[in-house]
């Protein structure tokens, strides 16, 4: 179990670096692009060794599956206690922006921010396992320049696969915000760990274009293009038919409902309607 512990040490360090930088920027909402690079980090970093851990670790540290899916479970949870409103998410920001919620320069910076946290998180996974603390990361030093790409399946598959998931995970999110977050941070925690268990053999459904940059576009089998189509393209397609499923249409680019008839909230009395047959 060593190799579980210094994971869960390099957990904890990652968490408390993005809660320190989530409590000194939050009381300034014109820095919500910060709490989106420590949300992002926070995601992308811990991800990262989840990723070694299933990979590694049940042949190099004991650990099985019912480890994995708990531990993923964890990161995922705490990512959605610590990061609050800063999903590290670029389709959630752009949702926001569709939803007329946030303005075309506070949009790009935080996803720039994204973006960069994921970066920075590939950095610092990479020299975490260069120290070579257990059997488990001396391995995953070694098979670092030719990691296993998550896209299992053709372009198109992984597109389609991507696209899904990202639907039903934005449709759940919309009828969930409202929520209290006791309620709605667990269920979100316990419907991506299952999204990732279903779509393990496909994509992974990553679902966040930050998050797939940081976990498998490194990784050698597909070229960029390829990449950018299933996780940026098909996450953002995902994304825009479930708010255009939600809403019946797309605020920041035509306020017509198309799907759905809205209802008059004065309803006219028969008896008036036989008044107005006999005038």
């Given at each position: 179990?060593?190799?579980?512990?210094?994971?869960?040490?390099?957990?904890?360090?990652?968490?408390?670096?993005?809660?320190?930088?989530?409590?000194?920027?939050?009381?300034?909402?014109?820095?919500?692009?910060?709490?989106?690079?420590?949300?992002?980090?926070?995601?992308?970093?811990?991800?990262?060794?989840?990723?070694?851990?299933?990979?590694?670790?049940?042949?190099?540290?004991?650990?099985?599956?019912?480890?994995?899916?708990?531990?993923?479970?964890?990161?995922?949870?705490?990512?959605?206690?610590?990061?609050?409103?800063?999903?590290?998410?670029?389709?959630?920001?752009?949702?926001?922006?569709?939803?007329?919620?946030?303005?075309?320069?506070?949009?790009?910076?935080?996803?720039?921010?994204?973006?960069?946290?994921a970066h920075l998180a590939l950095h610092v996974?990479?020299?975490?396992?260069?120290?070579?603390?257990?059997?488990?990361?001396?391995?995953?030093?070694?098979?670092?320049?030719?990691?296993?790409?998550?896209?299992?399946?053709?372009?198109?598959?992984?597109?389609?696969?991507?696209?899904?998931?990202?639907?039903?995970?934005?449709?759940?999110?919309?009828?969930?915000?409202?929520?209290?977050?006791?309620?709605?941070?667990?269920?979100?925690?316990?419907?991506?760990?299952?999204?990732?268990?279903?779509?393990?053999?496909?994509?992974?459904?990553?679902?966040?274009?930050?998050?797939?940059?940081?976990?498998?576009?490194?990784?050698?089998?597909?070229?960029?293009?390829?990449?950018?189509?299933?996780?940026?393209?098909?996450?953002?397609?995902?994304?825009?038919?479930?708010?255009?499923?939600?809403?019946?249409?797309?605020?920041?680019?035509?306020?017509?409902?198309?799907?759905?008839?809205?209802?008059?909230?004065?309803?006219?009395?028969?008896?008036?309607?036989?008044?107005?047959?006999?005038?």
């Amino acid at each position: 179990m060593s190799g579980l512990n210094a994971s869960l040490g390099y957990f904890l360090a990652v968490v408390i670096f993005a809660g320190l930088v989530q409590t000194l920027f939050k009381r300034w909402p014109w820095f919500a692009f910060v709490l989106e690079f420590a949300s992002s980090f926070m995601l992308v970093a811990c991800r990262l060794e989840v990723q070694t851990i299933v990979e590694v670790g049940e042949w190099a540290g004991g650990l099985g599956p019912d480890v994995t899916l708990t531990v993923l479970f964890l990161v995922l949870l705490t990512h959605g206690v610590i990061g609050g409103d800063a999903s590290g998410n670029p389709t959630l920001v752009v949702l926001k922006f569709l939803q007329l919620e946030a303005t075309t320069v506070a949009t790009l910076l935080s996803v720039a921010a994204q973006f960069l946290g994921a970066h920075l998180a590939l950095h610092v996974a990479a020299y975490y396992w260069s120290l070579e603390l257990t059997d488990m990361h001396m391995i995953k030093n070694l098979m670092a320049s030719e990691c296993s790409t998550s896209l299992l399946v053709s372009p198109l598959q992984g597109f389609i696969t991507e696209c899904v998931c990202t639907l039903v995970l934005h449709l759940v999110l919309l009828n969930l915000r409202r929520r209290s977050a006791l309620i709605r941070v667990p269920l979100i925690a316990v419907f991506l760990t299952f999204l990732a268990h279903i779509a393990k053999g496909y994509t992974s459904a990553y679902m966040s274009p930050s998050l797939s940059y940081g976990l498998t576009f490194q990784c050698p089998g597909f070229t960029f293009s390829q990449y950018a189509v299933v996780y940026w393209l098909g996450s953002l397609t995902g994304m825009i038919l479930a708010l255009l499923v939600y809403m019946g249409h797309i605020p920041r680019i035509f306020a017509k409902n198309l799907l759905y008839f809205e209802k008059t909230r004065f309803r006219v009395k028969k008896a008036d309607k036989a008044e107005k047959k006999k005038v």
